[in-house]
């Protein structure tokens, strides 16, 4: 029987309104400037994809397995364990937006989801403490779960991203041509949020420990895909032509993997990348050794081979016969199809 298609985002869409406002409450700030700066991003119309806390309630409802206990039971537990793992989507949205908030001050950045960036707006000053306000708001949040493996876990993304933003700008000539550095500064600074996320919301729900790895893989596969789209949509946008994506990647002085796979059948463009892209005529020459290499179809083919893996740590999940379970298995699966295939 042909399968009914589904969009993961619409099954989650209530429980993703209710966390919207949630948010827009758990960001309220004492002193007016630091509210309206905190908020910013928060509010209706600029709360971005909500690609992170969609995968964390799906993945919520595909661990969804039933606890031996009498019906009454059953039902306050689940509503406090579903509160508790909406918790753990709220916490992650935070630190996402401050994480966005703190890269926006580094790279001097004026715009972020099509509007002025809130570095630009409110200035640096602000910009740098609306994050750190947004990331101890969500300290709160998480000590209020009472669950020192999910804090451990949570506190050591942050420590990633602060790694990965590192790697990435104290890097040496050897560091900015290597895959395997870049796939681990990509793991730091994107998939160890989703991924760790994942593990929590595993945690809460008591799941053992084997189910709570899947779901951590499944988190850093489809992560490592997310990113790997979105350095290829750096330089096409939403066509297949290269240069018209913002290149901003690349204008920062920034490597990524279409480059890196461009300087294995090109190795004189390493000299290129070597001179740190300043000139802009040496973004024009690496586009032409772009052009003429599989760079792009490479890094999309590594990041459909993510997608797979990450299918198949859902496919290994414990079996379930329930229908909840089922479709939200489903829309994961799914996801990892729109990851690769999404242009913008
Ligand atoms: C304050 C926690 C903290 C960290 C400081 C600046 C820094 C260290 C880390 C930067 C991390 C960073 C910005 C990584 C990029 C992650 C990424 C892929 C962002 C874009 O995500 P989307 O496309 O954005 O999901 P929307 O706007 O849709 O939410």
Same mark, same amino acid.
């Given at each position: 029987m042909a399968e009914e298609p589904l969009d993961p985002f619409s099954l989650v869409a209530g429980e993703l309104s209710i966390l919207a406002n949630r948010l827009r409450s758990m960001v309220a700030a004492e002193v007016p400037k630091l509210a309206s700066a905190a908020e910013y991003f928060f509010r209706l119309g600029v709360e971005g994809k909500r690609f992170r806390p969609t995968v964390l309630l799906l993945m919520a409802s595909a661990l969804n397995m039933p606890i031996p206990a009498a019906d009454s039971v059953i039902e306050s537990v689940s509503k406090d364990l579903r509160t508790r793992q909406q918790c753990i989507a709220e916490i992650t949205e935070m630190i996402h937006v401050a994480s966005l908030l703190h890269d926006d001050v580094l790279d001097d950045a004026d715009t972020r989801r099509g509007i002025g960036s809130l570095n630009f707006m409110m200035g640096n000053k602000l910009a740098v403490l609306a994050g750190d306000f947004l990331l101890s708001r969500a300290c709160v949040a998480l000590a209020s779960l009472k669950n020192t493996e999910v804090v451990t876990l949570l506190a050591t993304v942050v420590e990633h991203l602060v790694t990965g933003e590192t790697m990435q700008m104290t890097t040496t000539s050897e560091q900015r041509c290597s895959m395997e550095y870049y796939l681990q500064k990509t793991y730091y600074k994107t998939a160890s949020l989703i991924s760790n996320s994942c593990k929590a919301i595993a945690l809460l729900a008591g799941q053992t420990a084997e189910a709570s790895m899947l779901a951590y893989d499944y988190g850093r596969n489809l992560g490592l895909a997310f990113q790997l789209i979105d350095d290829v949509l750096d330089f096409t946008g939403t066509t297949a %032509? #290269? !240069?018209? !994506? %913002? #290149?901003s990647d690349i204008r920062h002085g920034i490597v990524t993997a279409p480059i890196l796979f461009a300087i294995e059948e090109f190795p004189q463009l390493r000299t290129v990348v070597d001179r740190g892209f300043d000139d802009p005529s040496d973004i024009d020459l690496a586009l032409e050794y772009l052009g003429k290499s599989r760079g792009i179809e490479r890094t999309r083919e590594l990041a459909a081979q993510h997608a797979h893996l990450a299918v198949e740590a859902i496919d290994a999940l414990p079996e379930s016969d329930d229908e909840d379970v089922l479709i939200s298995r489903r829309a994961l699966v799914d996801l990892t199809q729109r990851v690769i295939t999404r242009t913008k």
């Open positions: %032509s #290269l !240069g018209k !994506g %913002s #290149l």
